[in-house]
């Protein structure tokens, strides 16, 4: 009788986590129409560039998060998406079909290249070997007057999808959450597979798991795929929404302000890249518009996250969440 109270139990909060879920999914999806409504066509722009930004802080807490292994170049990824997107469309394909399959073929063979050699090092070490391969790249990037050098390369218009117009913010923002809500569900997916357990097994306990015969790096090195791979198509997308790659996309700033966004939203936590770029960007739009020193309020408020909701934004609502569950 308690297994079978147990397993009702963990069937209700299932049930609840997945109408939660899709209660924000449609909140999300209604808000174009809301921005509109109010006149504020701006943030229509501003809340896809938001999601395009969760999505590549989700590529990355797959790798820091669930596969324990704290990468400081994942902007390679992100910015070789772009410019993809970028070199194809000026010879002519446009389709979003076969550009946005490509950014993501060639992040995730940039991954598989750099992971291969990065895995040989552990720790500090592994942090800064994915520096360095990611500034190497950005450094070709700026070096090649081909595609752009320093002033990044244009798009002369968004990419084709169908009979779908992107050129419309709304309908942009649309595809863009369709992509993130798409990822999330196979993340969640894969996270409770026999692959997820393993590897979070192995971010838990790397030497009994190669005790008892686990080829580790083999699971480390598809981690770290997967979560290029979900970079290279946010690259794509954010090529398409400023209508250009630029050089900015593969420093290690960006780098830095994604591992950041993952930090603030949850280490581990599947709405951790999400709960992070919501954060962040917000408290970056709504301090710009208020002080020209936004940057000093804006860490400030980042501290204030980081002793008050230690385990990362996503956990603190979800914490929030259950408390009010069972206090009904």
Not at 32 to 39: K, T
Not at 226 to 239: H, K, S, V
Not at 276 to 300: K, P, R
Not at 314 to 319: P, V
Request: charged share 10%.
């Amino acid at each position: 009788m308690a297994g079978v109270g147990m397993k009702s139990a963990l069937y209700r909060q299932s049930a609840r986590r997945r109408g939660l879920a899709v209660a924000a999914l449609v909140a999300l999806a209604a808000l174009p129409l809301l921005l509109q409504a109010i006149g504020q066509d701006f943030y229509v722009s501003f809340a896809a560039r938001l999601l395009i930004f969760a999505l590549a802080a989700t590529g990355l807490n797959f790798i820091v998060g669930f596969g324990g292994m704290v990468a400081f170049g994942h902007a390679a990824f992100f910015g070789a998406g772009a410019y993809t997107v970028a070199i194809l469309a000026q010879h002519g394909v446009t389709s979003a079909f076969v550009a946005w399959p490509a950014a993501a073929g060639l992040a995730a063979l940039l991954a598989l290249g750099i992971g291969a050699v990065s895995l040989r090092t552990r720790g500090v070490y592994f942090i800064m070997i994915t520096l360095a391969f990611a500034q190497m790249i950005y450094y070709l990037f700026i070096s090649l007057k081909t595609w752009g050098g320093d002033d990044g390369l244009s798009l002369p218009a968004r990419s084709g999808f169908g009979p779908l117009h992107l050129g419309d913010d709304a309908v942009f923002y649309w595809v863009v959450l369709a992509c993130l809500a798409a990822v999330l569900f196979l993340l969640d997916r894969i996270a409770h597979a026999r692959f997820g357990r393993v590897l979070q097994a192995i971010r838990e306990n790397e030497s009994r798991m190669e005790a008892l015969g686990y080829p580790v790096a083999a699971y480390q090195l598809a981690c770290f795929v997967i979560g290029g791979t979900l970079a290279g198509l946010a690259g794509a997308l954010i090529a398409n929404h400023g209508l250009l790659a630029s050089p900015n996309l593969l420093h290690w700033t960006q780098s830095g302000t994604l591992l950041v966004m993952v930090i603030v939203g949850g280490v581990g936590a599947l709405y951790g890249g999400f709960a992070g770029a919501l954060t962040l960007l917000l408290l970056e739009e709504a301090l710009a518009a208020v002080t020209g020193h936004w940057h000093v309020a804006l860490g400030l408020l980042l501290l204030g996250v980081v002793f008050y909701a230690p385990r990362g934004v996503a956990a603190y609502l979800h914490g929030l969440v259950t408390r009010r569950q069972n206090d009904d």
